[in-house]
């Protein structure tokens, strides 16, 4: 696995010199209009493969792509993603209407909450407390983080150093730093495939996961959504079944649609939910937790859903009862 690994790290860095011109001009980088195929069958290109090489080792901060672009959900709403090994790539425009790419908090999004700790002291002058967040960063995964350009590529750290999965690992907004002592190399610090985790938790669609060219969906027309409760009224602490309906301008049903579901409680959360795309009838089916809500609380429903690069929307709404 070391050789492979070293084999793909002097490639990469052959077709970044390639890209470069073999010169360093500060911010300045060529790219090609077709993109660049890693060898996974999925193109990065224009912004996104710009964002790719500007880092020192995009092997190791990003892994390889395992997606091509499509209409994804992001934190700015729907806009076009890209999904690599450890990272997502998002496309969102600046204050001047520019597109720009903004590297997702794939740490933030895929953090279950505290873990053990790991017996490890947080103090000391071989650590670094963050005051954005109150967590500390130590010995290796310091070194680490100060030797790759932490605040850009990694963020503020969000977890203390736990042990997960029989490792000693640590959140960042946007990665996850795992300890492998069994490694061969000068660092024992590595990055959790985090994007590939977060697409086959979350988006989990594997016709995404194919190389480019081996299916070509067809584009419907102005799709439309609507969106129904199983029960408006519902008790607090019980399972909620909503369904939704997307068919297209000539009343047709859509098949393969995302459905994206937001829940907008009374003290201001929206909890996000991935509902499975609609089936052969245009219909998505996502059964969810109200919560332990209060009673005659009126709960919102929002519904996101995009079929081949076009976007539509519907609402719903329940009340908790006794």
């Known amino acids: 696995m070391t050789i492979m690994r070293e084999t793909i790290r002097i490639v990469l860095a052959v077709f970044i010199m390639i890209l470069l011109g073999g010169v360093t001009h500060p ?15 999925h193109i990065v290109r224009g912004a996104f493969l ?29 806009t076009t993603v890209q999904y690599f090994n450890k990272a997502r790539f998002d496309l969102v425009k600046d204050l001047d209407g520019n597109d720009k790419v903004v590297v997702a908090n794939l740490g933030e999004l895929t953090y279950p909450g505290p873990g053990p700790l790991a017996p490890v002291s947080s103090d000391g002058p071989t650590c670094r407390k963050f005051p954005a967040t109150g967590k500390s960063v130590c010995y290796a995964f310091l070194q680490y983080y100060d030797a790759n350009d932490g605040p850009v590529n990694f963020g503020d750290p969000i977890s203390d150093l736990e042990i997960r999965e029989g490792r000693y690992v640590q959140y960042f907004q946007k990665a996850r730093m795992e300890w492998a002592p069994e490694l061969d190399a000068d660092s024992h610090v590595i990055l959790t495939d985090l994007g590939k985790r977060y697409f086959d938790f979350v988006v989990g669609d594997s016709d995404r996961l194919k190389p480019e060219g081996s299916s070509i969906p067809g584009k419907p027309r102005k799709p439309q959504a609507y969106a129904f409760v199983a029960n408006p009224l519902i008790t607090a602490g019980s399972q909620q079944t909503l369904n939704v309906v997307v068919v297209d301008m000539y009343r047709q049903p859509v098949a393969n649609a995302q459905v994206w579901v937001f829940m907008l409680t009374p003290d201001g959360r929206k909890d996000p939910f991935r509902a499975p795309d609609t089936n ?8 969810f937790p109200v919560g332990n809500l209060s009673p005659t609380q009126i709960v919102a429903l929002e519904v996101k859903v995009t079929a081949n690069g076009e976007e539509t929307a519907a609402k719903s709404w329940f009340r908790v009862w006794y």
């Open 280 to 287: 052969s009838d245009g219909i998505s089916t996502l059964l």
């Open 27 to 41: 911010g300045y980088t060529q790219t090609t209009d077709t993109g660049e195929d890693f060898g996974t069958g």
């Open 50 to 78: 710009e964002q790719y090489i500007s880092v020192r080792d995009p092997l190791e901060m990003y892994g390889l792509p395992i997606t091509g672009e499509f209409e994804g959900m992001s934190a700015f709403g729907i």
